[in-house]
């Protein structure tokens, strides 16, 4: 089955740790885009990539870094520096085309602080 | 900035009952508008997506575009129990441009 996998399901982070959250994506889909949701909001953008080896900074993207060595993979890093991590984090991937294409979702990651 | 409004409810419905969910949005240029029903504690699940040019009608789901006033609806026929959930707007902006701009969502529930 086609579709868009995020592990882990749930992560701790202790004060002054990175950590990663994997995304893959089996729907030969070009664009790939991490989100953050917190309680009672809506999905905020932090960064997305349209292209291998290419990303752009989201409307959130201090505190976090990303990477896109293949098609299929879109890590996400929450560094020491994004000091309020706790959230609902959200994958995302989209073919590209003129007018814009609905986005599929992963289960997500729920990250929270130790 | 773009910006997708959307009253957070919560929206009750009877059961049987049509649904009206609104979004407005101030980008002008905007060319693609979706809709995601997001349960508790769940990711995000497509529903329905519109371009500019029409709307569009999914078995119980209508989606129709009021481009002059800037504002896209769902209408939800016939709502059951399981269409209670938090429903997203999201907007395209730039021609070409991949980026959605999300809505907070607007809580619904059917009552039974």
């Known amino acids: 089955d086609g579709g868009i996998t995020q592990s882990p399901k749930y992560l701790f982070r202790k004060e002054g740790q990175n950590v990663t959250l994997s995304c893959e994506q089996n729907?030969?889909?070009?664009?790939m885009y991490w989100y953050r949701q917190d309680p009672g909001q809506g999905l905020r953008l932090i960064y997305y990539?349209?292209?291998?080896?290419?990303?752009q900074k989201g409307d959130i993207a201090e505190g976090y870094s990303v990477s896109r060595e293949k098609k299929e993979s879109f890590p996400l890093t929450v560094t020491s520096a994004q000091k309020n991590p706790t959230a609902f984090y959200l994958c995302?991937?989209?073919?590209?085309?003129?007018?814009?294409?609905?986005?599929?979702f992963g289960d997500g990651t729920r990250l929270s602080i130790l | 900035q773009k910006e997708v409004e959307q009253n957070s409810g919560p929206l009750s419905v009877p059961e049987g009952a049509i649904a009206s969910l609104n979004c407005t949005y101030s980008?002008?240029?905007?060319?693609?508008f979706f809709w995601y029903r997001q349960y508790s504690g769940k990711s995000p699940e497509l529903i329905m997506f519109?371009?500019?040019?029409g709307d569009k009608e999914d078995g119980r789901f209508t989606a129709q575009l009021n481009k002059a006033s800037q504002y896209v609806s769902l209408l939800i026929r016939d709502s059951q129990p399981s269409d209670s959930a938090t429903y997203l707007c999201?907007?395209?902006?730039?021609?070409?441009?991949?980026?959605?701009?999300f809505g907070t969502g607007t809580r619904l529930t059917i009552i039974p």
């Open positions: 519109i371009y500019s040019n």
């Open positions: 980008d002008r240029g905007s060319q693609s």
């Open positions: 999201a907007v395209n902006g730039d021609f070409g441009n991949e980026k959605l701009t």
């Open positions: 990539s349209q292209i291998v080896n290419d990303f």
């Open positions: 995302a991937s989209s073919p590209l085309g003129r007018g814009g294409q609905p986005q599929h």
């Open positions: 729907l030969n889909h070009d664009a």
